[in-house]
């Protein structure tokens, strides 16, 4: 089963660690279908722009599995509102996802996930049906994770530019 072009059922679902502790990780028709609009109104315009294959790390996490990963309590990736996303595949980086989404696509939250001032280590978006067009950074202060919130990218910049240098 596809939920969008470029993504199936299987790879929004699928988790390394969910397999190895036998967890079912299998959302509902609810979820599956807001899972549709995070995939069609995000994954897929990035996607067609850049043309090439982009990774998604980790998409619908069930309550059991986002507790055992260490996800955060309240997580929109429980109710398929987020996908997180990477540039494993090397061909376009962290930054490039991350300035595209902002700029040009409809978005609920955008986190610039750890990584340093020039590239995120991930990119996390999330899709709803009330989009607070939310630019956050996530950082390591004190080993804790804390976040904070921009209403630009300009702002977002500035922050990352002295929280890294
Ligand atoms: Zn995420």
């Given at each position: 089963m596809k939920i969008s072009d470029h993504i199936s059922l299987a790879e929004a679902t699928k988790s390394i660690t969910a397999q190895r502790l036998g967890i079912d990780n299998t959302p509902d028709?609810?979820?599956i279908d807001r899972m549709k609009l995070v995939a069609n109104h995000i994954f897929e315009p990035l996607r067609n722009y850049f043309g090439v294959p982009i990774k998604i790390e980790?998409?619908?996490?069930?309550e059991t599995l986002n507790k055992?990963?260490?996800g955060a309590v309240g997580s929109q990736h429980l109710i398929?509102?987020?996908m997180d996303i990477d540039d494993d595949f090397g061909e376009i980086s962290n930054r490039q996802i991350f300035v595209y989404i902002a700029q040009y696509?409809?978005?609920?939250?955008?986190i610039w996930e750890f990584g340093n001032d020039n590239s995120?280590?991930?990119?996390?978006?999330?899709?709803?049906?009330?989009n607070r067009h939310k630019l956050s950074v996530a950082y390591k202060k004190n080993?804790?994770?804390?976040?904070?919130?921009?209403?630009s990218l300009e702002s977002?910049?500035?922050f990352l530019d002295d929280l890294y240098n």
């Open positions: 028709d609810k979820t980790s998409f619908y996490r069930c055992v990963i260490g398929g509102e987020a696509l409809e978005f609920d939250q955008l995120p280590d991930w990119v996390h978006a999330s899709y709803s049906t009330n080993g804790y994770t804390k976040y904070e919130h921009f209403t977002l910049y500035m």
